[in-house]
């Protein structure tokens, strides 16, 4: 299992622990797109995934801005301590 794919595992298994639901983003055809999002209380949240020291791309930074300027709150968690961790704020 790639680093990554374990930071993933690790955040599916926090977002399902809180009541919510993890879609897989892929396949849609727009590049940079956060890798999941997040349904949780009635709330939706775009959430990118990184392996301890990973970052954002350039197409990834700019889609993620692109997406905060209409109003979606989009987070990126890095390492698998953020993934366990994380808690969307309502």
Do not use: N
Not at 3 to 10: S, T, Y
Not at 13 to 30: D, E, F, H, P, T
């Amino acid at each position: 299992m790639t680093p990554e794919a374990k930071v993933a595992r690790i955040f599916r298994a926090r977002v399902k622990q809180l009541g919510g639901w993890c879609i897989k983003v892929s396949g849609i055809g727009k590049r940079g797109l956060p890798d999941y999002l997040v349904l949780l209380d009635g709330e939706l949240f775009f959430v990118e995934l990184k392996a301890s020291g990973g970052r954002l791309t350039e197409i990834q930074r700019r889609m993620h801005e692109d997406l905060a300027d209409r109003g979606a709150r989009v987070y990126v968690l890095v390492g698998e301590a953020q993934a366990r961790l994380w808690i969307a704020p309502l």
